[in-house]
């Protein structure tokens, strides 16, 4: 049925291919194939990791693996700037892109020449407590993105221009992506919660900080950290595991033709 759907010139193509090309094009087609069944089950375990795993309050919450919910707040006497717009934030990541000149061999395409992620801590609080954040290689679903164009490397930090965002897409040379967590977002994570029972001998300048922490699982296993409410986001995951699904079938169907046809035909 799908070779039904191919013109007869593509078949052709195909037939036409040099060993070299088509094994090229059979390789990147089957590496896509691989890349969607991995992401269907990845995206499908994100949905029921976040769907199963009971909300602890921060006070009675079990050492271990946990999920929180609550909203952030700043260190006592701590402003984290990101790093293009110098929006405070509890966490941002960034990144300058330049676009490759399509003349002198260049392709057009974006290179990232610059990028960046904040690893500061802050807290998530709820009703019973507060519990400091570890962001340090943790998968996080921001509040805020914002992305625009400019003629320089060096972006002088200010707010990203709100003229929509294709400005000057066509004739810029630099593109600049920045993505945040602002103060007081509701705060859905996942990770590894442990407990300090040594705060008591800590020096009196460090009593403020929490004895709470929740950071990246030892064992490998998710750490999640979404300023984009559960559902909504078990909603998303799952989303994204129906068009991986779509990927895999059409991929598969591709390298599929391409493998009869060349074949076929010769």
Known sequence: ?????????????????????????????????????????????????????????????????????????????EVVLAALTGTPCLWFSYKVEEREPETSGGSGQWRVICKGTSTRHFFLVDETGECLIDPARAEVIPSESDEWYGDSEQWVQGPAPRHGRAQNFATSRYRYTEQRIHP?????????????????????AEQRLPHHLLSKPSDGRAFL????PQQLLARRYRRYAWVSLFGFLLSGAVAGWLWSIHFTLR
């Open 1 to 77: 049925m799908f070779e039904a759907l191919i013109p007869a010139e593509w078949n052709s193509g195909v037939a036409a291919m040099d060993p070299l090309q088509f094994w090229m094009v059979t390789a990147l087609t089957m590496a896509i194939v691989g890349v969607c069944f991995y992401l269907i089950f990845r995206f499908l375990y994100r949905a029921r990791l976040i769907n199963d795993t009971p909300t602890s309050r921060i006070r009675s919450a079990a050492q271990g693996y946990v999920e929180l919910e609550g909203h952030g707040e700043q260190l006592p006497g």
């Open 184 to 204: 007081a977002a509701r705060l859905h994570a996942i990770g590894w919660f442990t407990t300090d029972t040594r705060t008591g001998e800590l020096p009196h």
């Open 225 to 228: 950290l979404s300023a984009v």
